[in-house]
């Protein structure tokens, strides 16, 4: 049983305690934002995760975890702590470093004996230096503690299942010390643990992210050559992906990655190639190919019902992935914005995101949030499916179409069977099959 601390408890931090709880440790989550803090000091989660809200209660109510604002009272209580903290892009791009620049002060100024800090957040290569740099500094007690990175690969939506059967985990530290007490932390995980120096596990973690948005703008690249040849992205994504040195997964095309950490990761390395003189062109390109996402379906949207203006769509999924209440970065947004802007009427639905999205996007006399998919679509002139939820796939088509004003579906996750879909009577258009993009005219 080790004392853990984990300050910041988002999406990171919060499955992370829990995780550790879960497994036998005690751990304190130290968080700074009072809304959330609230929540949690009952007992609950602040944001939707599977299993979240059931392992969370039941650790804190046999004691293992427990939740203050206070980093002094989670350094002092503990011997390992987490940084969990956001790093969010900065204007330019590069990651806003200050929330792990607050911390490693404040940390500092409470050490009470030898800790181990591990950053867990997504960070640049050689942020430890600078931690450590800070900590010393703003310390009164020298080298009484270590560092050590532990990048976090889990996916929201399916978080805990990752923390807990990860593909496997990566372990940057400086000492026999720092790498004992990790391995002993993570002794019942049945996966590779990949032992490294800490500038090749920060590395690590920004690769694997750039890779895996490369591959989804590189399928969007193909979609749409699909598109213009009558070609199936589909099959072709399926064919290329049996691979094995490809692999099946991320070969998905549509509306491109989304959410807090593909778009702000892959700027991020950009930047870092560019600080340390290197040009990551490839990276720039997979940003730009995901950017464009939006017109391809903007494209098929105008294609579809001439003008926009004063017409009732259906927006089905804001969230910028299924089963998560997140929407930073939501591919939604920029839908939902540039539809307002061309003067639709929108009636939007997400099964568990419409309390964010709401905080992000008022509803007015044109764009109201529902509370069923099939009351987005009364009246729609057109239904644009954005995210690709399980509750999507199995909607009653027939249904679908009978309230429907006029049966056009624009679907920018391709979850519908084309043939199915168009047999029913509705005009179909989806992302890189050439076939299904054509008008009824
Ligand atoms: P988040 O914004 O959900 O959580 C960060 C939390 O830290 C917030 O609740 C914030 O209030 C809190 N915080 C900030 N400063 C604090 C302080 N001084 N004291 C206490 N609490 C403080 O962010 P997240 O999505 O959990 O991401 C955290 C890090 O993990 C980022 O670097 C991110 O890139 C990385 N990451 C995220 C994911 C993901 O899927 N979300 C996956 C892997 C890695």
């Not at 879909?421 to 299904?436: D, K």
Request: glycine share 8%; hydrophobic share 40%.
């Amino acid at each position: 049983m080790q004392r853990i601390a984990i300050i910041g408890t988002g999406y990171v931090g919060l499955v992370t305690a829990v995780g550790f709880a879960e497994l036998g440790n005690n751990v304190i989550g130290v968080e700074k934002d009072k809304e959330k803090l609230d929540l949690l000091k009952k007992g609950f989660p602040p944001f939707y995760e599977p299993r979240l809200e059931e392992l969370l209660k039941k650790n804190f109510e046999n004691g293992r975890i427990k939740f203050s604002d206070s980093v002094k009272e989670g350094v002092e209580k503990s011997d390992i702590i987490f940084i969990c903290v956001g790093t969010p892009p900065l204007e330019d791009g590069s990651a806003d470093l200050s929330q792990i620049s607050v911390v490693s002060k404040e940390i500092a100024e409470h050490l009470n004996g030898w800790k181990l800090i591990v950053e867990k957040s997504t960070v640049p290569v050689m942020t430890s230096q600078w931690i450590k740099r800070t900590i010393k500094l703003y310390s009164k007690k020298e080298e009484n503690f270590e560092i050590a990175s532990n990048p976090e690969f889990l996916r929201e939506g399916s978080a805990l299942k990752d923390f807990f059967h990860p593909d496997r985990i990566v372990i940057g530290v400086e000492s026999d010390r720092a790498k004992d007490i990790l391995l002993n932390l993570y002794k019942d995980f049945d996966c590779p643990i990949v032992v490294t120096d800490i500038n090749t596990a920060e590395i690590i973690k920004h690769a694997s992210n750039s890779f895996l948005a490369m591959k989804i703008s590189f399928i969007n690249m193909i979609s749409d050559l699909c598109e213009k040849t009558g070609a199936d992205i589909e099959k072709v994504a399926y064919g290329v992906g049996l691979d094995k040195r490809i692999g099946i997964q991320f070969l998905k095309a549509g509306l491109g990655y989304g959410g807090s950490c593909f778009p702000k990761d892959v700027r991020a390395f950009f930047k870092i190639g560019e600080i340390h003189g290197l040009h990551f062109g490839l990276l720039k390109e997979t940003h730009k190919i995901n950017e464009q996402r939006i017109e391809r379906l903007m494209e098929k949207v105008k294609s579809a019902l001439w003008l926009p203006k004063g017409k009732v769509i259906g927006i089905l999924g804001v969230a910028f992935k299924p089963n998560t209440d997140d929407v930073r970065e939501a591919p939604s947004l920029k839908v939902i914005e540039t539809l307002r802007r061309e003067g639709a009427i929108l009636k939007i639905h997400d099964p568990k995101a419409i309390p964010n999205v709401k905080k992000i996007i008022e509803e007015d006399k044109n764009l109201k949030y529902v509370n069923s998919p099939y009351e987005a679509c009364e009246g729609a002139e057109a239904l644009i499916i954005v995210t690709e939820w399980d509750e999507y796939r199995g909607l009653d088509l027939k249904k679908v179409k009978e309230l429907m004003k006029t049966p056009i579906i624009i679907d920018g996750r391709n979850i519908f069977n084309p043939e199915e879909v168009t047999s029913l009577g509705f005009e179909y258009y989806c992302m890189g099959r050439g076939n299904y993009l054509k008008r009824k005219d």
